[in-house]
């Protein structure tokens, strides 16, 4: 089964909102909204483990940690993150790192969702 992170993007809401119309029109059950949303899932998590090969660094301060169910969670302040010509500041991060298989997939959630 496919972590369900993404599906809190705006990539993720925006299908979530279209299935919950196509249901309330009743142009699809919502079994069949379901089986969309495991595909998504699927799909999101297989694409972002074999298509995305950008690194960032970032450096902050650590304000809370935990690991539970296979899953890092970190909270930073004052966090700084560098791409090769890019610098963005941010006054709290939070990151979920879930373990895969071979891949760590990592969801960054900016000081607006905290």
């Not at 297989?46 to 950008?54: E, H, K, Y």
């Not at 960032?56 to 539970?68: E, I, K, P, Q």
Request: aromatic share 12%; hydrophobic share 40%.
């Amino acid at each position: 089964m496919a972590y369900q992170l993404y599906r809190n993007t705006t990539l993720g809401n925006s299908l979530q909102e279209s299935l919950d119309e196509l249901i309330q029109s009743q142009q699809i059950t919502p079994q069949l909204a379901l089986q969309v949303l495991l595909q998504f899932d699927k799909a999101i998590n297989a694409a972002l483990a074999q298509r995305v090969r950008n690194r960032v660094n970032f450096r902050g301060s650590l304000n809370t940690y935990r690991f539970c169910d296979n899953v890092w969670t970190f909270v930073l302040n004052d966090v700084e993150f560098r791409e090769v010509t890019e610098l963005i500041k941010v006054d709290k991060v939070k990151i979920v790192a879930c373990d895969g298989k071979t891949f760590a997939y990592i969801y960054l959630y900016s000081n607006t969702h905290l």
